[in-house]
């Protein structure tokens, strides 16, 4: 599991970094600069989305009979930190709120590609 995470991890990291490049780049020759750090905010919340999916799913490997109980209050955890977090940079600005859920939207999506890609090429 442990050589798993890592090949994820790198790779998800790579492609985080090149999504980062194109899109602090664009906010960059627009003179939003000062949104870069609330994109990588919404990086932040979605690998703590990701991370806590991934430890519960490895927890609920060693209890099975717990399983439905678990994911129900994972989710739920995942939920209200998203809305706490989202408030907060709601409050900030409309601006701000966009470019933290694009962060998160996008750094989600590269997760969950990038575990479908490796899933795939088991195969």
Same mark, same amino acid.
């Given at each position: ?16 970094? =090149? ?30 989305? =990701? ?54 939207? =996008? ?17």
């Amino acid at each position: 599991m442990r050589q798993f995470f890592s090949g994820f991890m790198r790779r998800l990291a790579l492609a985080l970094f =090149v999504a980062t490049v194109m899109m602090g780049s664009m906010l960059l020759a627009r003179g939003e600069a000062k949104l870069i750090p609330l994109l990588a905010f919404g990086y932040a919340v979605a690998l703590v989305f =990701v991370w806590d999916m991934a430890m519960r799913l490895w927890r609920l490997t060693a209890v099975p009979g717990r399983a439905k109980r678990q994911m129900m209050r994972g989710l739920a955890f995942r939920l209200l930190v998203l809305f706490l977090l989202f408030s907060v940079a709601a409050r900030i600005s409309e601006h701000a709120f966009l470019v933290a859920a694009l962060g998160f939207l =996008v750094c989600y999506g590269l997760a969950f590609s990038v575990l479908a890609y490796m899933n795939l090429a088991k195969r």
